[in-house]
Structure formats: structure tokens, C-alpha cells
């Protein structure tokens, strides 16, 4: 299923496909649990279509498809991708499952229920004694599962001196505990290992922190699920074309029940705050315009030195266009889809996210640069189609 190049990008040799005037293609992951099988959904698609980002960020599963992605070369990263995603999700739930949204709840149910009782393989197991049982200070007493098993996979599935050595930008989210801050690992600042995946995707109770150095840490969905704004802050002056692959949904419908109340509790606290960050960097933009145009008129006899270097930086403001895909529930999937890791989701989640991306990539115009001095402009599959 290849996906046509349009036709105004320009092909950039080991750097696939981009549109004109665009220097960096980002990729943006979110991170969501089980539902993260979306975004290697999205991945396969730009795979297809020779889009190739040279900065992958995440938090939490987010994180660890980033790693997936930036620690292969890219004729490895669809396997990769692939053995990471069925080896995590190999467990039978039934042998077979009747046709019908009740008879789907019921089969989710019990999926989620076996994950949160018996961990996932490949990925994590429980503890025992549980935290309940075990003695503060020790190593069972801060969550409730451990997360050896998802050191191996990554160990055997990664590549992290790649990371650590290729042109590809990548970075990761995670929370310091002692003081709150978020913190992202950044390959062009220090060494990455899977100890800094294992803190992006450290989610207390359920997972215990990671110590790098002397901190620390746990998952960055705590402060901030999203890793957009560091890319927004990251100034220099680079046009991008940025892939931005949220899983859950700040838009909703009025809950009902209790369970669904819990569900759209989740989609609130963890969905994204894209529209708060292009605001931002939207209104910084313009005030920046407007300060170049004022330093333009003032006499060159009064300008110092400190203006001078001013006026040459706001001389090259970036342009972005940011390619937000959000994934959309399915009508039988209740509160605990992010842990929810039957292969029959996975399978479901991952063509979700390869059909939107391959619809998203058929508009032409929304790959574009803004043209210079247009700032940020956003495009949203889904949202078009309510309109």
C-alpha cells in the first residue's frame, strides 16, 4: 500500500521526501498504553510514502516506538516495529469472539483485566510480594509491576548506539521526581540508553522509577503527554514539517455511566494540549514580527550592539506545519483501552493509524510550508470531516 509523493516535495538525498523549504520533519509521539499501536500505524505509512523524520520524540509508549524507529536503520524499522508490537501482545484472550459491540466489551474486559492480573510478555510482569507487602525502601514497595522484561525487548530490538551516533534527532520525556520538573533526554546532549526509555514510560503506581545518575524519574505523561512544546522551544530557526500523533482525544461526548465518566477523565488529563501550544508559539510569532518591524525603523545611529544581534536573529523565524492524528475510539472500547493489549486491538489500532496517515498525506496543500512570515498553521484529518 504505497502511498503517492505529491507532487510539489522535493526529494533530499538520505533524507527522503519533504515539502519545499522545509528543513526538518518531526515526528511526535504521544504516549497512551496499548493504544500505541496507532502510532506504528502512522510510522508504516510515511514509511511507504518516503517520509523519513530526522527528529522522533516521545513520552511513555511514545518513547519506546521512537526508539524503535530512530535505534533501526530504515529497512529494519517496519520488522522492528512489528516484533516489538506482536511480541507484547501474543496472549490468546478467546479462542473466539461472537460478533456484536457487547460481545467486544466483554472480550476487551477480560483482556484488560489479564493484563493488569498477569503483566503483558515482553513487557511487565507483577510483583510478588505486591507494595502492600513489601517493606519501605525496598524495591517492590513503589509499583506494582517491574519492567525487566521490557528492558530485554528493548536491548534486543534497539539499536542505541545508532541512537547515540545517526544525524536523527531524538528525545524523550520524563519526570524528575524530587522536583517535579520535566526533563527530556536529548541524544544531541547526552549518551541515550534504555534506562532513559524505561523513565519516559515509568507511569506510577503501575511501574517503578528509574534512576539515571543521581535522579529519579517517571513517566513524562504526569506533566505533560505530549513532547510538541520542546520542540516549539527549540530555536533555531529550522521551517518543519512536524507529525504530531496524539492517543487521546480532548474532544468527547457527555458520559453516561460511571465507566465511560473514568474514560473521558483519561482522554481529558492525557490528550494533548496542541491547541494551547500553536496559540503560544502563534502569539510569540507575531510579537517577534512586530519587534523586528519596530528595530527596522529605528535610526542605525541609535541601534546598539545587543539590537543589532536581535534584529539578525528575528531576520530567521521558522515556519511549522504541524500534521496532527488523533486516534478515535471505537464504540466498544471502554476506560481501560490504554491497557488493553489483546493482538486483535493491536492489529485494530495499528490499521487505524496507517489509514489516517495515508488520508492525511492525499491533501497536498496541508504539506506546505507556511510561506515566510506565516508562523504556524495545523491540519486535522478528523476534524475536517466533522466540519
Not at 533524507?15 to 519545499?20: F, H, K, N, V
Not at 513517566?219 to 492517543?247: C, K, M, R, W
Not at 493509524?353 to 495545523?378: F, M, N, Q, S, Y
Request: glycine fraction near 8%; include cysteine.
Amino acid at each position: 500500500m504505497n502511498v503517492q509523493t505529491p507532487k510539489h516535495m522535493l526529494g533530499i538525498s538520505g533524507l527522503g521526501w519533504r515539502p519545499a523549504r522545509c528543513r526538518r520533519v518531526a515526528l511526535v509521539l504521544q504516549g497512551g498504553g496499548a493504544l500505541g499501536a496507532y502510532q506504528a500505524g502512522v510510522y508504516q505509512a510515511l514509511h511507504e510514502a518516503d517520509i523519513q523524520p530526522d527528529w522522533i520524540s516521545g513520552v511513555s509508549i511514545g518513547a519506546i516506538n521512537a526508539a524503535l524507529i530512530a535505534g533501526n536503520p530504515p529497512e529494519r524499522r517496519m520488522e522492528r516495529l512489528t516484533a516489538f508490537w506482536e511480541s507484547v501482545t501474543a496472549r490468546t484472550v478467546w479462542a473466539f469472539t461472537p460478533d456484536g459491540n457487547v460481545f467486544r466489551q466483554m472480550r476487551n474486559a477480560t483482556s484488560a483485566l489479564m493484563s493488569a492480573s498477569l503483566g503483558q510478555p515482553n513487557f511487565f510482569s507483577p510483583r510478588f510480594p505486591g507494595p502492600w507487602f513489601s517493606a519501605p525502601g525496598a524495591a517492590a514497595a513503589t509499583s506494582y509491576y517491574e519492567t525487566a522484561p521490557l528492558r530485554e525487548t528493548l536491548c534486543e530490538l534497539v539499536d542505541f548506539d545508532l541512537i547515540n551516533s545517526s544525524d536523527i534527532h531524538f528525545s524523550v520525556g520524563a519526570v524528575n521526581i524530587a522536583t517535579g520538573n520535566l526533563v527530556h533526554f536529548d541524544n544531541t546532549k547526552e549518551a541515550i540508553g534504555p534506562d532513559h526509555i524505561l523513565a519516559s514510560g515509568a507511569l506510577p503506581p503501575a511501574f517503578p522509577m528509574v534512576k539515571i545518575g543521581n535522579e529519579h524519574y517517571w513517566d513524562g505523561g504526569i506533566v505533560s503527554n505530549t513532547p510538541l512544546q520542546y520542540l516549539l522551544n527549540h530555536e533555531d530557526g529550522l521551517n518543519a514539517l512536524v507529525f504530531q500523533v496524539d492517543l487521546f482525544n480532548a474532544r468527547g461526548t457527555l458520559p453516561s455511566d460511571i465507566t465511560e465518566v473514568m474514560g473521558r477523565l483519561k482522554d481529558i488529563l492525557y490528550s494533548s494540549r496542541t491547541r494551547h501550544n500553536t496559540d503560544v508559539f502563534r502569539r510569540v510569532h507575531t510579537w517577534k514580527a512586530r519587534l523586528r518591524e519596530a528595530l527596522l525603523k529605528m535610526p542605525k545611529e541609535l541601534m546598539s550592539a545587543e539590537d543589532n544581534r536581535l534584529l539578525e536573529e528575528l531576520e530567521h523565524q521558522p515556519e511549522m506545519t504541524i500534521l496532527q492524528l488523533i486516534y478515535q475510539q471505537k464504540a466498544y472500547e471502554g476506560h481501560a483501552k490504554d491497557f488493553e493489549f489483546s493482538g486483535t486491538s493491536m492489529r485494530e489500532h495499528w490499521a487505524s493509524g496507517h489509514e489516517d496517515t495515508k488520508r492525511t498525506l492525499k491533501h497536498e496543500d496541508w504539506l506546505a510550508i507556511p510561506p515566510p512570515g506565516g508562523g504556524i498553521v495545523t491540519h486535522d484529518v478528523h476534524n475536517k470531516f466533522r466540519r
